[in-house]
Each structure stands twice: as structure tokens, then as C-alpha cells.
């Protein structure tokens, strides 16, 4: 078990120093939590982090004095009685040698944007704050270090015994609900600080809502229950799907059954350092295409994960990003049938030196209860 605490952030600031250097700034203001996160080890709710070629300086409130002064080691910490943000900008601007810093135009608001730029000094208010042209801090967190790859294995495999619970738990006549607060409750009892996401339950006609949040709607004596669920443990998202049948499955249900996870099966197989996300998108849909089940498959094969439970890349059509090792994505074939079923396999999968390695081995072959 791998503590957050032991987490190399200094390494990790070193990284953003190159890129920032190559980008031609500074310094660069970070206001986006998970990406402070990220650089620091704070974990606190309210912040801003400074970091210029030379020095970084974490600015939040009071409330959090002692809590930062535990998580961070990487950066000087000034407790401050107004925004974090603005004094963090303020702060780049009055250090020596700082003539531009980069703020992420993506996590920026208009608003925000004018309320850093007037606290500046006039001759500093145009000029001063650029908005990045591409990202910094998001390519670094695309690749997963040890300490990451570590903790989000461990939180996928909290994902694999939270599925081994739950199906001596589902029985017909339960409400989604039901299945979704047990899920729920134990993923709390095994450590975990929340859900990664809202959980999801669909049963019978409702597996063919992609999204099917759990309603109060009864699971079937005989048909499918999609549960789409994850935890956060350390900080990190996992992210699973399993399809399971309650009853025996007709035959076009099995045919179906089968034809998600040969997809989903080649979706793993192609994922390769190097390989396009497009390309790894493709052999899924490739065989849900084969099966004639294209049209039903209605949604992009996978994505990134980590901090948070959407990350780039994002697994589709058209994505030229290619994988290295470290990424850590999901691969989630489906197919919906409106009125009829609805099945998603999804495994979280992490790109290694040679092809792909699955951090969720939950068994995948149908499961009749
Ligand atoms: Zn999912
Ligand atoms: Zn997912």
C-alpha cells in the first residue's frame, strides 16, 4: 500500500518546469483543483498554486492551514484572508524575472479571468496573463507514475470486490435503488471516500438507457441489470461495468452477450504503446459492426481516468492521441436496444511497455443468477 504522502510531487513540478520553459513562460497560475492536486498533494477545496522557474507557492484560507501544512512539501504555503487566486497571481507578478505566466484558459472563467487581472498592477493588467496554448499539467497527468498506477490499481481491484458483494445481493423484485445504495454502502466500508460517479443500476428494458441511472423501478425475474459503478480510494477513480442476466437469456440476448464481449475482449487486445485511440476504438466497433449491431453501439469506446473520472484521452472515432504507457483508460463497448436490453462490459485497462494490462479482472462471461 502506497501512501499519498510518499507521492514524488517534486518530480512532478520538475516536468511542468521543462514544459513551461519550452512554452515560453515564467511562471503559470493553477487554479483547477485536480491539476493542484496533481502538483502539490493538497487536497483541500479551496486554492491556488504559483509556480514559476524557480519556486512554487501554494495560496489558500485559513481554514485549511494545517491540513496543508501536512499534504504539502513542495511548495511554500501563505495563508490568505481573500481569494487564493488572486493572490497567487499577484504573487507571480512581484517575483524577480517573472514577465508572463500562463493561466489554463479551460478552467478559467470570464469573470475570474478580469477579477486576476484587475488586482495586477497597471502596467502588468494586459500583458501579464496568457491564456496556455495547449495544456500543461493535463499531458503530465495522462501518464501515470508508480505511485498512481499503484493506487489506481488498488482502487479498481475495491471496484472488483464491490461486484463479487453485490451479486449475492440482486434478486428480483429489488429496486435499483436498493442495488445501488448496498453498492454504495460497502464501497464506503471497504475505505473508499465516494463514488467516482453517480452509480448506475438498469434493469430489464432500462440496461438500454446508456445512462440509466437507478430508479425506483423493480429488477426483473428475467432480463439484464447494468451496474456501471466506481470509487474513489486515494484520490483516485475506478471505473467497471458488468452486465449480468436474471433468468436464463433468450438466444438473441446471448448472441448479443457474446458479441459485446468479443468487442470488448478486442478493444483490450489492440490497446499497444503507439497505437491511435481511434485504432483501439475501431477494433471494438469493428465487431459490433460485423455483428450488425453498429447502429446500437452509440456511444465512444473509452477514456482516460485517474484524478478524476473523465481524463483525455478520449477512446473514439478520430482520435489521433496515441497511447503511452502509463495512460490508464477504460474500454466499454455497449450495445442498446430501445425497449428491449442494453449491455456494457468495461474493464479499466493500463497502457504497459508491451500492450495492455486490465486492473479489473471481475469475471466477464455471462452470469445467470
Ligand atoms: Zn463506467
Ligand atoms: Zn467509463
Not at 22 to 47: E, I, N, Q, W
Request: glycine share 10%; aromatic share 6%.
Amino acid at each position: 500500500m502506497i501512501y499519498p504522502q510518499q507521492v514524488d510531487h517534486s518530480r512532478r513540478i520538475g516536468l511542468l518546469r521543462r514544459r513551461l520553459t519550452k512554452a515560453g513562460l515564467h511562471g503559470l497560475l493553477v487554479t483547477y483543483l485536480p491539476d493542484l492536486r496533481y502538483l502539490s498533494g493538497f487536497t483541500g477545496s479551496s486554492a491556488a498554486l504559483a509556480v514559476t522557474r524557480r519556486s512554487a507557492r501554494l495560496f489558500t484560507d485559513g481554514r485549511y492551514k494545517t491540513q496543508a501544512a501536512e499534504e504539502v512539501t513542495v511548495a511554500q504555503i501563505e495563508i490568505v484572508a481573500s481569494s487564493p487566486a488572486v493572490a497567487a497571481a499577484q504573487w507571480l507578478a512581484a517575483q524577480p524575472g517573472v514577465e508572463f505566466a500562463g493561466f489554463d484558459p479551460a478552467q478559467t472563467t470570464v469573470a475570474n479571468l478580469d477579477r486576476y487581472r484587475a488586482a495586477l498592477p497597471a502596467r502588468l493588467r494586459r500583458s501579464f496573463l496568457s491564456a496556455l496554448a495547449a495544456p500543461l499539467v493535463e499531458p503530465l497527468r495522462q501518464v501515470k507514475d508508480e505511485d498512481e498506477l499503484a493506487l489506481m490499481s488498488e482502487a479498481a481491484l475495491a471496484g472488483c470486490n464491490l461486484f463479487e458483494h453485490i451479486l449475492g445481493f440482486i434478486r428480483p423484485g429489488l429496486k435499483e435503488f436498493e442495488v445501488a445504495a448496498e453498492l454504495e454502502h460497502q464501497a464506503r466500508l471497504l475505505g473508499a471516500e465516494g463514488m467516482s460517479f453517480e452509480t448506475i443500476v438498469a434493469a430489464g428494458a432500462r440496461s438500454a438507457l446508456p445512462h440509466g441511472h437507478a430508479t425506483a423501478a423493480r429488477l426483473p425475474r428475467n432480463g439484464f441489470v447494468t451496474l456501471d459503478f466506481g470509487v474513489i480510494l486515494n484520490g483516485y477513480c475506478s471505473d467497471m461495468t458488468r452486465t449480468v442476466h436474471l433468468g436464463r437469456p433468450k438466444a438473441n440476448e446471448r448472441r448479443a452477450y457474446e458479441a459485446v464481449l468479443e468487442a470488448q475482449e478486442a478493444g483490450v487486445a489492440a490497446v499497444m504503446p503507439g497505437v491511435s485511440c481511434a485504432e483501439v476504438d475501431e477494433a471494438a466497433r469493428g465487431v459490433l459492426r460485423r455483428a450488425g449491431l453498429a447502429e446500437a453501439f452509440s456511444h465512444s469506446t473509452g477514456h482516460g481516468l485517474g484524478l478524476e473520472i473523465h481524463e483525455p484521452p478520449r477512446i473514439g472515432a478520430g482520435q489521433k492521441t496515441r497511447l503511452l504507457p502509463g495512460m490508464v483508460i477504460t474500454i466499454e463497448p455497449g450495445v442498446y436496444l430501445a425497449g428491449q436490453f442494453g449491455i456494457r462490459i468495461e474493464d479499466m485497462v493500463a497502457v504497459t511497455r508491451s500492450g495492455g494490462q486490465v486492473l479489473t479482472p471481475a469475471p466477464k462471461a455471462l452470469i445467470e443468477l
